[in-house]
């Protein structure tokens, strides 16, 4: 018994309690998110304040990037999932020339908003070192994950934080 709970102890901690209520003063000690600016692929601009109210998830990624592009289908899955819902996909392209997303974009059907980070602001501010790297911005606008590469049960952590974060936001907490 008592090796079942180090075990499961050690789960948690791993993966992160996404699901289990947070304390009041747990959840006010995640920082804010930064309040960046970035224009957006097909015209207009994204602010990181705009969207309070909505869970967002980043994924901050490149054209040039494979594991990026592979993980694109998850990503369109993702987002399909939680329509409707409190719930926003941006993807961060990491190119220098937008011109590699707006291909990459028409080829994939890609259908999500895309900000545009080649001159790499919000790479810098987030002091970002890989792609693909995913941020959960909870609707109260606090940074609640950062996972990167999504390998090794990462992708299963985004769902979990995502699908706790969103049940969050649809209660008023």
């Given amino acids: 018994m008592r090796v079942r709970v180090m075990l499961l102890t050690l789960l948690l901690g791993a993966v992160g309690c996404a699901g289990t209520q947070q304390r009041p003063a747990a959840r006010a000690a995640l920082p804010l998110f930064p309040d960046l600016e970035a224009p957006l692929m097909e015209g207009g601009k994204v602010a990181i304040r705009d969207l309070r109210g909505t869970v967002v998830v980043l994924d901050v990624m490149a054209s040039w990037c494979q594991t990026c592009t592979e993980l694109l289908p998850a990503w369109d899955r993702l987002a399909e999932h939680y329509k409707g819902r409190k719930f926003q996909l941006l993807l961060v392209s990491q190119d220098e020339d937008p011109d590699e997303m707006r291909t990459l974009a028409r080829a994939r059907g890609l259908h999500h908003p895309i900000a545009l980070d080649g001159t790499e602001v919000w790479w810098n501010a ?27 049960g990462g992708w299963a952590r985004l769902e979990a934080v995502v699908a706790a974060e969103v049940e969050r936001a649809e209660r008023g907490r």
């Fill in 126 to 152: 987030l002091r970002l070192g890989s792609v693909p790297t995913a941020i959960v911005i909870g609707a109260d606008g606090r940074q609640v994950a950062v996972i990167k590469g999504l390998a090794e």
